[in-house]
């Protein structure tokens, strides 16, 4: 069995997440493959980012990895941004080739929380759309990220 974990990040804890959710997979005997989005032109300033996050505007995305269809489980992972998730991860849903029929989880790192469920809901409705057959949500707080038998726990919830 194979998973494809996606994710975003700038200051690492999306990253981590990922790793952990990984090590998770890995650990029940599946093959996975972890790759991190790049988005050059995302905006410097906090604010500029919100906007574009807020008001959903695409971004550019540098991934090769667009075809997710060899894989038995995609995973998405994305901090909240303005209650959304990034920009680049948006469009690679979006983007994505091949999601019909897969199982997926959506997963985001999260500040003050103020957001991350209507974030979370929005990444699952944009893969609904793209007929993913079952949808998965994990959030962990960055407060947690370092926690990690918090955080193994949380994984062990949601993937099982
Ligand atoms: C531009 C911007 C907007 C953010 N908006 C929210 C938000 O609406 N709700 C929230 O709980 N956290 C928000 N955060 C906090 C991030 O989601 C949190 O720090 C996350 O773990 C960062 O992930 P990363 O380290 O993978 O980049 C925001 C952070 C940034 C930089």
Redesign the pocket.
């Given at each position: 069995m194979k998973a494809l974990i996606v994710?975003?990040?700038?200051?690492?804890?999306?990253?981590?997440?990922a790793h952990l959710v990984g090590e998770h997979l890995h650990n029940q005997g599946w093959a996975v493959d972890e790759r991190w989005l790049h988005a050059p032109n995302e905006p410097k300033s906090?604010?500029g980012?919100?906007l574009k996050?807020f008001f959903r505007i695409r971004t550019k995305v540098e991934s090769t990895f667009v075809v997710v269809s060899p894989y038995d489980l995609v995973c998405f992972?994305?901090?909240?941004?303005?209650?959304?998730p990034v920009p680049a991860m948006r469009t690679y849903i979006k983007d994505c080739v091949g999601l019909v029929g897969k199982k997926t989880l959506a997963f985001?790192?999260?500040?003050?929380?103020?957001?991350?469920d209507r974030?979370l809901e929005n990444m699952a409705k944009i893969l609904k759309k793209k007929e993913a057959r079952e949808v998965r949500l994990l959030s962990v707080?960055?407060s947690d990220?370092d926690n990690i038998e918090i955080v193994k726990e949380e994984i062990k919830n949601i993937l099982g």
């Open positions: 994710y975003y990040t700038e200051t690492g804890n999306t990253k981590k997440l906090y604010i980012k919100c996050a992972g994305s901090p909240v941004w303005a209650l959304e985001v790192t999260y500040g003050s929380g103020l957001g991350k974030c707080a960055s990220i």
